[in-house]
């Protein structure tokens, strides 16, 4: 995996999260419109659910999975940070730091540098270069073991 494709894993993850995150508000919102049909003169001995039930369970599930998700992105970032951790210019890991973990866009980079546009560029390119260094020897250190 190149040091991009790695480092942009997080990214992926945080919009994969806001998707989820969406679609369950809405599944709430169209939930909420609906009057629960629950039929407290009906005695049912086989535990079957009414609909809104069923759209509860539905709900719960989904969040579930949004938990699961989350974790999957706290991982990644740590992931991400010890390799980050490992960059020994402070302003390469800073600009690393804010694209990768914070998603910070290339304009509030540049501003919080206080330097033209070219010199992030250059800075980010020797960073992933030096990110590739780190994942090369990480990765020779695990076929190793």
């Known amino acids: 995996m190149d040091a991009k494709e790695f480092l942009s894993r997080a990214y992926l993850l945080e ?56 974790d999957e992105l706290v991982n990644t970032k740590r992931e991400i940070r010890e390799v980050l951790d490992r960059v020994e210019d402070q302003s390469q890991r800073l600009i690393l730091e804010k694209r990768y973990l914070l998603f910070q866009d290339w304009e509030t980079i540049r501003i919080d540098f206080d330097h033209v546009r070219s010199w992030t560029v250059y800075k980010h390119r020797a960073a992933l270069k030096t990110v590739q260094q780190i994942l090369d020897e990480r990765e020779k250190g695990e076929c190793v073991v």
């Open 15 to 70: 919009l994969q999260i806001q998707t989820m995150m969406q679609q369950i508000e809405k599944l709430r919102a169209l939930a909420s419109r609906v009057s629960g049909g629950i039929r407290k003169d009906v005695v049912k001995h086989d535990r079957k659910t009414t609909g809104m039930e069923d759209t509860v369970l539905k709900i719960v599930e989904e969040e579930e999975k949004l938990t699961l998700k989350i």
